[in-house]
């Protein structure tokens, strides 16, 4: 798609709905804003608005390459973002636009496709990419060389080696602001431990550059969903996605703030269980329940709670000002008629 067609969709959803949508301080005539500061009329919940979506990338291609299962976004370089597909692809988008600029295609050490989940741009330029396949994190350069794999404990490998499920294990990447600490969220439970309680990896940064395994925590999930994403705050906290999807019903995606600094290494400990004398999980709080977000419009191919809602997976911070963040949001379609890729504009209080 030519930049000019997607600048313009961009600013039809976006301005195109501005009354309804933008996060503007209210005035008189307005809605009262709540204590938070979140304008009544376009907020999700009292921390959370949506400033606007754009379906403009839906089913397009760029250099013959399918634009879309996009599983993570990053802030990169130079008024850019680095946007993985779970199909071994990793765009830049415009920042502003978010009009792909290049694409770089990945894979494992004998060529093999990846079913790459999480995304960092490291503080080199370089990428760390988590693949959920074995699972792995491996480094790559900015053309898509792999430059080293970073260790991985037995039991978060896949049955049979380890205990971790198919296709459910390092969904979501982030590395905290201060550069030191990598951190991995597994998408569903290990065998063994309770279906609520999701493991958490670090990794932290050695002297030299490299990684080393860090402590382990317990992240508790609400009922039926998994952690797709997961992003750091510039305070060193995370931003938590939890979805999951029923037939018929759709999509559930909330957003959480979550806070590990006084959670329980759990890295030594064999099964984890709900009430686990000495167990403490990540703290977690709810930010915004996106089925609850004002619609915009939005439509749906398939049953949704809220048309708005598709396969959410990637996130990244893009912005703060005045206590809030800007972040954006993609659904990834899987490449399937019946799902869209979608990409969303937040404001967040936390």
Not at 202 to 220: C, E, I, M, S
Not at 239 to 257: A, C, I, K, M, P
Not at 276 to 291: M, W
Request: hydrophobic share 35%; with cysteine.
């Amino acid at each position: 798609m030519h930049s000019k067609t997607l600048r313009t969709a961009l600013a039809t959803v976006t301005a195109g709905l501005a009354a309804a949508t933008c996060l503007t301080a209210a005035g008189p005539a307005a809605a009262a804003p709540a204590a938070s500061g979140i304008a009544a009329r376009n907020a999700c919940s009292s921390s959370v608005a949506i400033d606007g979506f754009s379906d403009a990338l839906d089913k397009t291609t760029y250099e013959g390459t399918y634009v879309g299962n996009f599983s993570a976004l990053a802030t990169d370089r130079h008024g850019t973002i680095a946007a993985l597909s779970d199909r071994s692809s990793l765009f830049r988008l415009d920042e502003d636009t978010l009009r792909p600029t290049s694409v770089v295609a990945l894979a494992d050490e004998s060529g093999a496709a990846l079913d790459s989940e999480g995304l960092v741009v490291d503080k080199d330029g370089t990428y760390l990419v988590s693949s959920e396949t074995e699972p792995s994190v491996r480094r790559y350069s900015r053309t898509g060389e792999i430059l080293g794999t970073l260790p991985v404990p037995d039991a978060l490998r896949t049955t049979p080696t380890g205990r971790g499920q198919s296709n459910g294990t390092f969904e979501a990447l982030t590395l905290l602001p201060d550069g030191r600490t990598l951190v991995a969220s597994m998408e569903y439970a290990l065998s063994g431990d309770d279906t609520n309680l999701v493991r958490v990896q670090t990794w932290q940064r050695k002297k030299g550059g490299g990684f080393r395994l860090g402590a382990q925590y317990a992240y508790q999930v609400d009922a039926g969903l998994g952690v797709p994403e997961v992003t750091a705050t510039p305070d060193g906290r995370l931003l938590v996605l939890e979805r999951g999807f029923t037939s018929g019903v759709g999509n559930t995606v909330r957003l959480y703030l979550a806070d590990a600094r006084r959670a329980t290494d759990v890295s030594g400990t064999e099964t984890l269980t709900a009430g686990q004398r000495g167990l403490r999980t990540v703290k977690k709080t709810l930010l915004a329940d996106i089925a609850a977000c004002p619609s915009l419009g939005a439509t749906a191919k398939q049953p949704q709670p809220n048309p708005l809602l598709d396969n959410i997976e990637g996130m990244a911070v893009t912005g703060r000002a005045k206590g809030r963040l800007d972040v954006l949001l993609v659904s990834d379609d899987n490449q399937n008629a019946t799902q869209t890729t979608r990409f969303y504009r937040f404001r967040v209080r936390v």
